[in-house]
């Protein structure tokens, strides 16, 4: 597992109170970070708790630059914390490898240009709007699995501009636009983010959530110490990394989850499902987007009666070790056989709505046992709106085993 440790070049962080501020302290306590054993350094200059203000980006440059360029000089990895592209452009310069972008695109799009031709790697966070008023969008159904949707629209925006999916790592953005409720549901229903099939990144470090397992007032060492814990059981979770500020307590508690298994876990750079290219555990994603198919669905009598194209994009994780190894499809799934199947059911009996017809073609694909998730997208691109729009869809995430939860994504 990688450890991502946190460096704070900010007066006003929640958890270290600017202690590294100046240059020269932030560059000896990420020096200090990467002795104890973090892997990565995620230098931030702005900071992004519940309440905080933007600063300008030039202010944000002056921060972390020479930080950053001090800390690669080293030799170290090091990410950038920033949702500004133009913060991005000039750490991938200075030689930060990774962009942690919180907002995941959606403050600045730009971010995935910067990434692309950068050929960085991105952490994708996920983000319903800026920290000064981050609570105010805090509703959920089913919080992973409409985490995972959004999430799944900041990919295909990331790869619109050229991102490769092995230059993807997601976070679920524990602690945005979540209570300590809902972070902690996030936590417990990781599988649906990790079905998508890229890396992730897991931040809970001294974290409010912490407080409802330890009260309100809990000591930095006692958070500490349970951010140690959570570090063990995103690990189980098959997560990627952990972002921490006590490096030494996470790498400790790796070692006796280490020692339990009889396999290493600290250090390690595994990388699960990138590209849909088979890993180590064989998980794997195929993609089937763009699928046109003329159906009869919608709540008016003309809609029943005329029809209308509809618009299907799957996202389906599954073993591909076998198939990988044999080179024979029957050790796949059929995308052809897939795409039948969807245009049929898309073409049959019709229904009110297509959150309806999105959970319909959802169980049809998990049909195949071999399915470990799928995640559908329908498009209505000719629905009845009166004002003029691009698009109407819904998305729905459905894992093997679990409930359709009877939720999804409307976007437009």
Do not use: C
Not at 198 to 211: A, E, H, P, Y
Not at 297 to 302: K, N
């Amino acid at each position: 597992m990688e450890i991502w440790g946190v460096v704070n070049v900010t007066p006003d962080s929640f958890s270290d109170g600017g202690e590294f501020f100046s240059h020269d302290a932030a560059i000896a306590h990420g020096r200090s970070l990467r002795e104890q054993g973090a892997t990565v350094l995620d230098v931030g200059g702005e900071s992004t708790r519940p309440g905080a203000h933007p600063i300008g980006a030039g202010e944000e440059l002056r921060r972390v630059l020479p930080v950053i360029e001090a800390l690669a000089s080293d030799g170290a990895v090091v990410s950038v914390d920033t949702y500004r592209a133009e913060v991005a452009e000039r750490a991938i310069t200075a030689g930060a490898r990774i962009v942690n972008d919180v907002s995941g695109g959606i403050e600045d799009p730009r971010i995935f240009d910067v990434v692309a031709a950068g050929d960085a790697e991105i952490a994708i966070g996920h983000w319903r709007g800026p920290s000064a008023d981050m609570y105010a969008t805090a509703q959920y159904s089913r919080v992973g699995d409409e985490v995972a949707a959004e999430l799944l629209r900041r990919v295909e925006a990331a790869r619109t501009a050229g991102v490769r999916d092995e230059q993807i790592i997601l976070d679920p953005g524990i602690g945005f636009a979540k209570t300590p409720e809902q972070s902690w549901a996030a936590l417990r229903e990781l599988d649906a983010i990790s079905a998508l099939g890229f890396r992730l990144l897991i931040g809970v470090s001294r974290k409010r959530l912490l407080t409802t397992a330890l009260g309100d007032d809990a000591s930095t060492g006692r958070r500490d110490l349970a951010t140690a814990v959570t570090s063990v059981l995103t690990a189980r979770a098959g997560a990627y990394g952990v972002r921490v500020h006590d490096v030494v307590g996470t790498v400790d508690a790796l070692a006796v989850l280490d020692a339990w298994d009889g396999a290493p876990v600290a250090g390690s750079t595994k990388v699960p499902g990138a590209a849909g290219a088979p890993d180590a555990d064989g998980s794997g994603m195929i993609e089937l987007t763009g699928l046109r198919v003329f159906g009869h669905h919608g709540v008016f009598d003309f809609e029943r009666e005329n029809g209308q194209e509809f618009v299907i994009d799957l996202h389906i994780s599954l073993p591909m070790a076998q198939a990988a190894r044999t080179d024979d499809v029957t050790d796949t799934v059929h995308y052809g056989e897939v795409a039948d199947r969807v245009a049929a059911i898309v073409a049959g009996e019709p229904v009110n709505l297509i959150e309806t017809l999105a959970h319909r073609i959802g169980g049809a694909v998990l049909a195949d046992e071999r399915i470990e998730f799928v995640g559908v997208t329908v498009h209505k691109p000719q629905a009845p709106i009166e004002q003029r729009f691009d698009d109407v869809s819904v998305t729905v995430m459905r894992t093997q085993g679990a409930p359709p939860s009877g939720e999804g994504t409307s976007t437009r």
